[in-house]
């Protein structure tokens, strides 16, 4: 009897440690996460913030990869090793919708759960949300901001406007277009064909430059990537034509402020990346520790018709250096000036101020 109750004894202490040293190997346990943005520029380093501040805040390890030029080749070699070194949760902003939709299918059948954004999705793969904004919205947006610019400069149609971007690439850049051109042209202005600088600022610059010299009637000019609009900003500044060409940009970069508040940018979008990267970092983070049996539970929490809608759109806004007396459009949340958004997302400001 002695040796039975000693063995059952013996064996409750066995459960016991091994039960502890599975809390403690669970607590010790580091979740990783990755975030696989677009392209290094400024625009995608505030995302990169957002992203880590997430991390921060919510315990987890965050690997972070910059694609050096805007190709697929090395997001889809990233994301394979990442799939194959078993990290917890990936988060990419495809350079193409198409070409990533093998390594997103993979990651999720091994259990990893991914997201895109911020901004750019793979609506044909398995992806389980898109973090981002609607790309021909954000279009109509811009087109009617540029309308808006060339009526306070007291500028009136006929007359061209120039649509300067990295590339064509993703179904985000050529809605995105789409959309701007739209009221634009409905407007009586004739939109150039987009001019690609393969996402190199010095070649953006550049190009700026030769569409100034190469179209006389030139009246706007619109910055589709980040680094474009300090381009365009330079490029009239440079051609002393600020008061006769109208620029707007994409994306609130601290680069553009000194051409904003000389009048040499007119207007920016803000789109809010950093709050969007943050929100991606925490939902990975979660369904991560919930386990793929309980991804919809917890997507269910941040998207309600969730998986009816696998979509997660976030606001954006139009920003000035000076308060302007114009209505909002539809397209756009909110109006601020610099020093109110300054005001509105001080986390942001320490990034890009």
């Avoid at 990651?107 to 904004?133: M, N």
């Avoid at 811009?142 to 120039?162: A, D, I, N, R």
Wanted: aromatic share 10%; net charge negative.
């Amino acid at each position: 009897m002695k040796k039975k109750k000693i063995l059952v004894l013996f064996t409750a202490v066995l459960v016991l440690i091994f039960s502890f040293s599975s809390l403690v190997y669970a607590a010790e346990k580091k979740v990783r996460i990755g975030y696989i943005t677009r392209l290094s520029v400024p625009w995608w380093i505030v995302c990169e913030d957002g992203f880590r501040d997430a991390a921060a805040d919510f315990g987890f390890t965050p690997v972070i990869y910059h694609p050096p030029q805007l190709t697929v080749e090395d997001q889809v070699r990233v994301m394979e090793s990442w799939t194959a070194a078993g990290l917890d949760g990936i988060l990419i902003g495809p350079n193409d919708p198409a070409a990533p939709i093998g390594a997103i299918n993979e990651a999720i059948d091994e259990g990893i759960p991914v997201l895109t954004g911020y901004g750019v999705d793979s609506p044909d793969s398995k992806r389980l949300l898109f973090l981002g904004y609607d790309p021909y919205n954000l279009g109509v947006a811009l087109g009617k901001g540029m309308l808006v610019v060339l009526e306070l400069t007291g500028t009136s149609p006929p007359g061209k406007v120039s649509y300067h971007t990295g590339g064509m690439a993703s179904t985000e850049d050529v809605a995105s277009f789409e959309g701007f051109k739209n009221p634009v042209e409905a407007a009586g202005y004739t939109v150039v064909e987009p001019i690609l600088d393969g996402g190199d600022p010095a070649q953006a610059m550049a190009l700026a430059m030769q569409t100034i010299e190469l179209y006389p009637d030139l009246v706007g000019m619109l910055g589709y990537y980040d680094y474009t609009g300090p381009s365009l900003g330079k490029a009239v500044t440079d051609a002393g034509k600020i008061d006769e060409i109208a620029v707007h940009a994409d994306g609130l970069i601290g680069e553009m402020v000194p051409y904003m508040k000389t009048g040499a940018i007119d207007a920016t979008i803000d789109l809010v990346q950093y709050d969007g990267s943050y929100l991606a970092g925490e939902i990975l983070y979660k369904l991560a520790l919930a386990g793929p049996e309980n991804w919809d539970a917890v997507l269910k929490a941040y998207k309600p018709e969730y998986p009816a809608d696998k979509e997660r759109l976030l606001e954006f806004g139009w920003v000035t250096y000076e308060k302007v007396n114009v209505k909002k459009w539809p397209e756009i949340g909110w109006i601020m000036t610099i020093k109110e958004h300054q005001e509105e997302y001080p986390e942001v400001w320490k990034i890009i101020g």
